[in-house]
């Protein structure tokens, strides 16, 4: 009885560990996904009037 308890609490520390694990990947890819949004919305032209004033 002793061994499938630990068995089962073993399991379930193994599934928990796994859930974090797929998280902590997804919390990454997203931080990075974002970040790089970011860049190119600040890298993309104005779509206001221009201050360039060419004489």
């Given amino acids: 009885m002793k061994t499938k308890f630990a068995a089962t609490v073993l399991s379930a520390l193994l599934y928990a560990q796994g859930l974090l694990g797929f998280a902590a ?4 890819l997203l931080k990075d996904r974002a970040h790089a ?3 190119t ?3 993309a032209p104005s779509s206001g ?3 360039l ?3």
Avoid: H, K, N, Q
């Fill in 41 to 43: 919305a600040s890298a």
């Fill in 37 to 39: 949004g970011e860049v």
């Fill in 25 to 28: 990947l997804a919390t990454v």
């Fill in 49 to 51: 009037p221009s201050v």
């Fill in 53 to 55: 004033v060419v004489r």
